[in-house]
């Protein structure tokens, strides 16, 4: 089944390091890439979204990702990290023109240390 | 512009017992889908509606089922509850004609607990 990884369930960055998560897809055909990001006890919040549009995408809060086919990634990082980024990030995507659900990687967890 | 509704917020049930979940999406989205989060299982997509019409159907028991209005609010339903199902139920909506543009928007989900 086609789906999406995130290696690391659990990253933990310095106040002021860079972050970087990684996100890995599984098609030869590029599908369409979102990044979440969840707080405790809330929903979903959309960070950034790609849609062939450009391969570097910014997002909100300062975050960035850049899609890279020969890897068939989709990293999101940050320059420097800050203690409101500590929070479950979640890399999504959607195959086939959107005629198939959104489909989550499992999650990895940002930890920020002062 | 209000963002998309889910009620109640917290919820307890007895094994054995049904459970009904709502959710209102953004005005103007006719796309509602759902999704069960665990810790061990993650983000599990349950069912997706547009125009009162289910769409796709993710991988899960009869016993969870939903339906969508035509105002598009949807509800989730599941009968005779398991420990199991205990988790964070998440709705999300999107104008159907633009999701991979646009994306989802999703609530701050109910918070199910089965004893």
């Known amino acids: 089944a086609q789906s999406v990884t995130q290696l690391g369930s659990h990253v933990s960055v310095s106040e002021g390091a860079l972050v970087l998560l990684r996100c890995n897809y599984s098609s030869s055909v590029p599908p369409y890439l979102f990044w979440y990001v969840q707080y405790p006890n809330q929903g979903l919040q959309l960070l950034l979204k790609?849609?062939?549009?450009?391969?570097l995408v910014k997002g909100i809060n300062g975050f960035e990702a850049e899609f890279k086919k020969s890897e068939t990634s989709f990293h999101l990082t940050k320059p420097s990290a800050h203690m409101s980024d500590a929070a479950e990030y979640f890399c999504a995507v959607i195959y086939n023109s959107g005629n198939t659900p959104l489909v989550f990687g499992k999650g990895t967890r940002l930890s920020v240390i002062a | 512009k209000a963002g998309v509704t889910q009620t109640p917020r917290y919820l307890i049930k007895t094994r054995g017992q049904q459970v009904t979940l709502s959710c209102s999406p953004i005005s103007g989205h006719r796309s509602v889908s759902w999704y069960q989060q665990t810790p061990g299982q993650g983000l599990q997509f349950l069912f997706e509606?547009?125009?009162?019409?289910?769409?796709n159907k993710g991988n899960f028991p009869g016993r969870f089922s939903g339906r969508q209005f035509s105002n598009s609010r949807s509800e989730m339903n599941v009968s005779t509850l398991e420990l199991g199902d205990s988790a964070l139920y998440l709705c999300?909506?999107?104008?159907?004609?633009?999701?991979?543009?646009?994306?989802?928007?999703f609530g701050s989900g109910t918070r199910l607990t089965v004893v």
């Open positions: 999300a909506s999107s104008p159907l004609t633009a999701i991979t543009n646009y994306g989802y928007t």
């Open positions: 509606y547009f125009s009162e019409t289910q769409r």
């Open positions: 790609y849609t062939s549009a450009a391969t």
